[in-house]
């Protein structure tokens, strides 16, 4: 038996819409132990608690069979533990940390015949797109580019000190849902709005610059059009950054919030939350940081 841990993430972080991603020191355990015959799923959330899920929408299982299919290889006799950290559909990447798992396991249990590259490319055609995909393998800040079939990204260490604080409300988007919100075309203030500032965070990430980085977390592409979807967002925004947040942004699709921080992470993350309460949205906080190491799979 061998188990894969796998981080969140958080997508686009602003205004590098598709592009941009973190992992994130929240991890979802995905186990995988060969049995005599059959395809056997449990499913856990944080607390324990069995998860009823079909088999044809569990991401696990689809990457799995895919890459079985793929190798022509008999896909049968496996036993699959999925211990969830973090909800599905919030915007930290679920669905990105079951897709790695499963190509990842699928991989080793046929004594891994493809290589990283190749499995990131399925992962990513699977996913759709790599913002989340790519983070959740190789850990850090990835900037992610489709050019056309080829996946090209670069990776950068973060500072781990940096804390990250989520709030995580009750309810849930589906990214394609939210997708539908999306104008058909954007303005060429609006391009050159979000590709000064995609540069400028890249930049801050890199060295740590701060004081920047609040402007460099700005977005016209997706987030005011998103914000019609959850209730109190700007105010969440805004509320935040007087409570001490150097960054704050819809993380992915949403509608979890992500905001950067060095001190009174506690404090961000109970505004956050107080005005979500305000517009009678129950939610929560979780303090975090950058995760630089992606993956981890250990022998049990």
Request: with cysteine; glycine share 8%; charged share 25%.
């Amino acid at each position: 038996m061998f188990s894969i841990r796998v981080p969140a993430t958080s997508a686009n972080l602003g205004p590098g819409f598709d592009s941009l991603g973190i992992a994130l020191k929240l991890y979802n355990s995905f186990y995988f132990k060969r049995i005599n015959q059959g395809i056997r799923i449990e499913l856990e959330d944080e607390k324990g608690n069995k998860i009823q899920l079909p088999l044809e929408e569990n991401l696990v299982f689809k990457a799995m069979k895919r890459l079985f299919s793929l190798l022509q290889e008999p896909f049968d006799g496996i036993e699959i533990v999925e211990k969830i950290a973090f909800p599905f559909a919030c915007g930290l990447g679920s669905s990105a940390t079951a897709i790695v798992a499963g190509f990842v396991g699928a991989n080793k249990l046929l004594g891994s015949p493809l290589s990283e590259k190749a499995i990131l490319k399925l992962a990513t055609k699977m996913e759709g797109h790599p913002d989340n995909i790519i983070p959740a393998y190789k850990g850090g800040f990835t900037i992610n580019v489709m050019d056309g079939e080829e996946l090209i990204f670069k990776k950068l260490t973060l500072n781990e000190e940096l804390k990250i604080v989520l709030v995580v409300p009750e309810f849930r988007l589906a990214t394609k849902k939210v997708r539908q919100v999306l104008p058909g075309k954007v303005s060429y203030q609006d391009a050159v709005f979000n590709l000064s500032r995609t540069a400028l965070l890249t930049a801050c990430l890199y060295d740590n610059d701060w004081e920047k980085f609040s402007t460099a977390m700005e977005d016209r592409l997706h987030q005011d059009y998103r914000a019609a979807l959850i209730p109190g967002f700007k105010d969440i925004i805004k509320g935040a950054y007087k409570a001490g947040a150097l960054g704050v942004a819809l993380s992915g699709a949403g509608p979890a919030i992500i905001a950067f921080c060095q001190d009174k992470a506690a404090k961000i993350g109970q505004v956050m939350v107080d005005v979500f309460s305000e517009h009678n949205i129950d939610s929560r906080y979780i303090i975090t940081a950058p995760d630089n190491k992606g993956i981890m799979i250990t022998e049990e």
